[in-house]
Structures are given as C-alpha cells and as structure tokens.
C-alpha cells in the first residue's frame, strides 16, 4: 500500500508549517518449506515440490545446497550420504524476498562385491565370495539355479552350465546395490575314440569336446612304440593325424590328457582311419 505521512512543525502556539511525503509498503512474500523425505544415495534425482509461496505474490523461488539445482532437482548421488540443508529462496515481482529451509537425509548406498569370476568342475561345487558393508544388510543371490541358499553372503553353488549370478545387497534404509559374478562350467571332456583325416570335411582333425574351456591343459598323443607325435599345450588347434607334416598311418593311437583345473588326468586310445 501507499501511505501519506505528514509532519508538522509548531513554533510557539501559533506558528505551524506542515510537509507531507508519501510511503510505498511493499508486500512481503511468505514461504513454506515442508519436510523432505529420506532417500538413497543410488536413488534417481528428485524434483522437490514441498515448497512454495502462500501469498499469491508473483515472483520466482530458486532452490541452493550440496546437490541441488536452481530449479529444485536434488540429485543425492552428488550430495552422498548424510544430511543437507537445502534453502528455498523467493524474489517476489515487487524486489522483496524471503527463504526457508528444511534439512533432507541421504542414506548412504551399501558396497557389494560379489567376488572374481570362478570356475567350477561339472558335477562339482564352489562357495561363491559375496561381501557387503552397512546398516544391517540383507543378501539375494539371482537367479536360485543350483544355489545352496539365495539369502546368505556365501552360498554354495553347483550349476550344470555358464551362467551369471548377480548378488544384490539391501540396507535397513532399503537402499541397494548389485554386483555379478561369472562361474564357468568346466564339463568333463568327451574325448572321440576314432576320426578320419582324409579330407573329406567329415572328421578330419580330433575334436575333443570342452576340452578348449580348460587353461593350460596339456594333449601327448603316442604311437604304439610309446613315441610322442602329438604335443599341444591348449587345445586350440586339433590334432589332424600328422606327423612333422606327414600323414600317419591307419592304427590305434594312446593318448594322455591333463585338463588341470581340478581334473584328474584322463588317457585312453583313439583309432586313426583313412
């Protein structure tokens, strides 16, 4: 509003002189800022809409603090955890303004580490190495395949192919967080008992089955006077029943296999036919 304010001057009892001059009261704005709700620090950003002016006074409100933006976006994985003050502050239209502020709190996100990626012998087992730190986790182990218990940190598992686990954490907050583990099936090797290289696209080199999933196994292939003709350390090249670049002739041939990896040496014989 605008006021007239008049000032008058006595000299004596009969001597006055009086100015006037005029007052512009500017309306001032009034803000609410209600409480904020907890989040977790992996959360998406919020938009925060708890505050506002409740004169109706035009003018824009701007938003401050550790994670914030001026437009009331609040991202907590930038505040972290802990609790931030955040100030709403309004400029009405009229150059007047006012703030408030409320306090949120960001629960901290739990680590997780699900362990390195592991190898197992079909058949067999391996105690997986989940680990967590916060507020009285709680542990899941997906999907259940082959999984002794889903909701410890360290289960026991036996699956019968590759397969993915991913090992989620959660906080008494509810806050979460997820790591995978990778387990490698080693399947026993199915070693072929005859093949023939005679170039007719068929079976022409020794192709022993899974035998390619086990690092460092070592092939010696032997004739029947116990001389090695075939060496290989891996397997990724078949044996394609030569020798020094020659062709070897049609018989039976002793083999001796180590996977390593947890698996026993295998031997056997395998029949060369042309």
């Given at each position: 509003?605008?006021?007239?304010?008049?000032?008058?001057?006595?000299?004596?009892?009969?001597?006055?002189?009086?100015?006037?001059?005029?007052?512009?009261?500017?309306?001032?704005?009034?803000?609410?800022?209600?409480?904020?709700?907890?989040?977790?620090?992996?959360?998406?950003?919020?938009?925060?809409?708890?505050?506002r002016?409740?004169?109706?006074l035009?003018?824009?409100?701007?938003?401050?603090?550790?994670?914030?933006?001026?437009?009331?976006?609040?991202?907590?994985?930038?505040?972290?955890?802990?609790?931030?003050?955040?100030?709403?502050?309004?400029?009405?239209?009229?150059?007047?303004?006012?703030?408030?502020?409320q306090?949120?709190?960001?629960?901290?996100?739990?680590?997780?580490?699900?362990?390195?990626?592991?190898?197992?012998?079909?058949g067999?087992?391996?105690?997986?190495?989940?680990?967590?730190?916060?507020?009285?986790?709680?542990?899941?182990?997906?999907?259940?395949t082959?999984?002794?218990?889903?909701?410890?940190?360290?289960?026991?598992?036996?699956?019968?192919?590759?397969?993915?686990?991913?090992?989620?954490?959660?906080?008494?907050?509810?806050?979460?967080?997820?790591?995978?583990?990778?387990?490698?099936?080693?399947?026993?090797?199915?070693?072929?008992?005859?093949?023939?290289p005679?170039?007719?696209?068929?079976?022409?080199?020794w192709?022993?089955?899974?035998?390619?999933?086990?690092?460092?196994?070592?092939?010696?292939?032997?004739?029947?006077?116990?001389?090695?003709?075939?060496?290989?350390s891996?397997?990724?090249?078949?044996?394609?029943g030569?020798?020094?670049?020659?062709?070897?002739?049609?018989?039976?041939?002793?083999w001796?296999?180590?996977?390593?990896?947890?698996?026993?040496?295998?031997?056997?014989?395998?029949?060369?036919?042309?």
């Amino acid at each position: 509003k605008t006021y007239t304010v008049l000032y008058v001057v006595y000299s004596g009892t009969s001597c006055v002189n009086q100015s006037s001059t005029q007052v512009v009261i500017k309306a001032s704005p009034s803000v609410q800022f209600d409480p904020m709700a907890a989040i977790c620090e992996e959360a998406d950003p919020v938009m925060i809409v708890t505050a506002r002016e409740t004169t109706g006074l035009a003018g824009s409100g701007i938003f401050s603090g550790l994670g914030m933006s001026a437009q009331g976006l609040f991202d907590p994985a930038v505040a972290t955890g802990g609790s931030h003050v955040v100030r709403y502050t309004f400029l009405a239209g009229n150059g007047c303004k006012t703030f408030e502020e409320q306090s949120i709190k960001v629960y901290p996100t739990p680590a997780v580490d699900a362990g390195p990626d592991r190898t197992v012998l079909e058949g067999g087992f391996i105690t997986l190495n989940g680990k967590g730190s916060g507020n009285n986790l709680s542990f899941l182990w997906t999907p259940a395949t082959a999984v002794s218990d889903i909701r410890i940190s360290n289960p026991k598992v036996s699956p019968v192919d590759d397969i993915y686990y991913k090992f989620t954490v959660t906080s008494s907050e509810g806050c979460t967080a997820q790591d995978e583990v990778f387990v490698k099936v080693l399947k026993l090797p199915k070693v072929p008992n005859a093949f023939s290289p005679n170039g007719d696209g068929i079976n022409d080199t020794w192709n022993i089955q899974f035998l390619d999933s086990y690092p460092g196994c070592t092939v010696d292939v032997y004739n029947r006077y116990g001389q090695i003709i075939f060496h290989s350390s891996g397997y990724s090249r078949p044996w394609d029943g030569k020798f020094n670049g020659g062709s070897l002739p049609v018989g039976t041939y002793y083999w001796i296999i180590n996977p390593k990896n947890g698996r026993s040496t295998m031997s056997g014989s395998v029949t060369l036919i042309r």
